[in-house]
């Protein structure tokens, strides 16, 4: 504070705005007015108390009146407890400051933001909207491959997670576990052929089922952002603590496929996933520099070359912070330090494919680009904005720790006490390993030779965020055209047979109705009626020889 109160104008009802001022009475750097008849000039801050929301249409529409009539100054609306609508839908209100049903220590923290010139976003969790019977519209019925899909689906989903109970812990018997362990695969097993006969893509992710449950009393914790400024490196910090306390807060599962980090012990992971995190900032850091010092502006194509030869050294910098860079372990007879084996024998510079350009990721935060979502440019510090640009942090993240993981997992093959260090404790028997990673490269085959491809031609993109303690996948529509067209010939060929699937389609469907149409012609007038003829020959026949008896 510069010694000048700062004028804030309240907008409420008599007896909250009473309430309210009582609160904040006790700050002698506010001026509160009440009317615009005690405002002495423009206020630096407008708070609006919303008792009720009729619809999100006209609360957009009274904050585009206010901000029409106080133009540049930031706007603070007070949201009640409960919603007509599900929250992150007003993240798209053009307002500095949202709070649901904040107590006074949240106000007057976000007063301060503020007032400083940053953002704050502070919205429950999506169990509190307010839903009725008119909320929602009709469902439409599906048809026969949809039907089976969904029911074959929940039925399979329903007794993974009842077999996941039963093995969380694992059963003394050795013959019981075995055999429970064989009906997890064999279901799997049955929902991906489900998936591949009848169903889209993300029908099989959106009913995917998590390796390892979390609490099934776990809720949504809701939307908080702080910003204490409005520019790329405040959203970037914020985006760091954000992603940091989710790693910390310990990750799960959603993906419906393994992934390469279950396989390190908990501690390991969370610890690689951190050095992934603070190695992330400091190429920021660098790249931020770099620009700084050069005289023309860094293109796209010279950015992303330079982002991609800092991707070695990053990853192998962060390996070595996860191991440890004096931790030393009995190899044969001596000792060897784990960083500098696990340097040697991992390969680091494999790229994966699936990783979207990384310009979209670090133009916000070095440039303070604005970000494109659902086909609006919109501020790097709009809510919208920060939540996909962690989306692509959040998906660097993973897809990089899966990278590392996959070469961990082949290096603690050759060195038995590394697994004890590293490994996840069902891992230290040899034959579980071998079985996890020929497991992990089948999948991996799966995915480039078929999934990959399906994906490319729907335009579709496979991403992972971190969402309430879990690694969720998100599918992103967008255009891959160039990359559908370097596909190898074999994925060319999987592209080919949905082309040739979804053209023959129509014409299949019509000769299967004629065929029907054409069968149910014969079984009821020709086949139908002579069996009917028949009948009644055979009826009159035994009503005779009863007349004759």
């Known amino acids: 504070m510069n010694g000048i109160p700062n004028k804030i104008l309240l907008i409420a009802r008599n007896l909250l705005a009473e309430s309210l001022l009582s609160g904040l009475a006790g700050n002698k750097e506010l001026v509160i007015s009440v009317s615009t008849d005690q405002l002495d000039g423009q206020p630096d801050l407008v708070i609006w108390s919303i008792e009720s929301i009729a619809s999100p249409a006209l609360l957009q529409l009274e904050v585009l009146k206010l901000q029409s009539r106080w133009g540049s100054t930031p706007l603070l609306l007070l949201l009640p407890a409960k919603l007509p609508c599900d929250p992150t839908e007003l993240l798209s209100l053009d307002c500095a400051g949202l709070l649901q049903d904040p107590d006074l220590a949240q106000l007057q923290q976000g007063i301060e933001t503020l007032l400083s010139g940053g953002r704050v976003v502070e919205l429950t969790a999506h169990s509190s909207w307010e839903r009725s019977s008119e909320t929602f ?21 329903h007794d993974l997670r009842m077999i996941e109970v039963l093995l969380n812990p694992p059963p003394e018997n050795p013959l019981l576990r075995f055999m429970l362990e064989g009906r997890c695969r064999e279901l799997r097993s049955a929902r991906q052929l489900l998936l591949w006969i009848w169903g889209p893509l993300q029908l099989g992710l959106d009913g995917a089922v998590p390796l390892q449950q979390s609490s099934p009393f776990h809720e949504p914790s809701g939307t908080s952002i702080q910003l204490k400024e409005r520019n790329g490196a405040a959203v ?8 940091e306390a989710a790693v910390i807060g310990g990750l799960s599962n959603a993906t419906g496929q393994m992934l390469a980090i279950e396989g390190l012990q908990p501690e390991r992971r969370r610890e690689l996933l951190l050095a992934l995190l603070r190695q992330l900032n400091e190429v920021l ?6 620009q700084q010092a050069s005289v023309e502006k860094r293109s796209d194509r010279a950015l992303s070359e330079h982002w991609q030869a800092l991707q070695p050294e990053l990853r192998q910098q962060a390996l070595c912070t996860m191991a440890g ?19 040697l024998n ?14 979209r990721m670090l133009a916000p935060f070095l440039d303070d680009q604005p970000v494109l979502v659902d086909g609006q440019l919109l501020p790097a510090d709009d809510p919208r904005a920060l939540l996909q640009l962690e989306t692509l942090v959040s998906n660097w993240l993973v897809r990089t720790a899966e990278l590392i993981g996959s070469e961990l997992l082949g290096v603690c093959g050759d060195w038995p006490e590394l697994r004890r260090y590293l490994l996840d404790q069902r891992l230290i028997s040899t034959r579980e390993l071998e079985r996890l990673r020929n497991q992990l490269n089948t999948q991996s085959r799966w995915q480039t030779w078929i999934q990959r491809p399906i994906r490319l031609y729907e ?29 190898g010939w074999w994925q060319q060929q999987v592209a080919l047979l949905l082309e040739a699937r979804d053209a023959l389609a129509p014409q299949v469907q019509l000769l299967v109705r004629k065929v029907g149409n054409l069968l149910a012609v014969v079984l009821t007038q020709v086949i139908g009626r002579a069996i009917g003829l028949v009948g009644r020959g055979i009826a009159q026949g035994m009503g005779r020889s009863f007349n004759r008896g």
């Open 325 to 343: 860079h004096y931790v030393r372990l009995p190899m044969g007879e001596e000792l060897s330090g784990v960083a500098d084996h696990l340097l």
């Open 285 to 290: 850091d660098r790249l931020r520099s770099d």
């Open 459 to 487: 335009s579709q993109r496979l991403l992972y965020q971190l969402n309430d303690g879990t690694i969720a996948p998100l599918l992103l529509t967008e255009p891959r055209d160039d990359e559908l067209r370097r596909l």
């Open 137 to 157: 519209a009709p469902f439409p019925s599906p048809g026969l491959g949809p039907w089976l899909l969904m029911t074959g689906l929940q039925q399979i989903n």
């Open 236 to 243: 970037w910090d914020a985006i760091h603590q954000r992603l």
């Open 346 to 359: 991992t390969e680091l510079e494999d790229t994966d494919e699936e990783l979207p350009n990384p310009k």
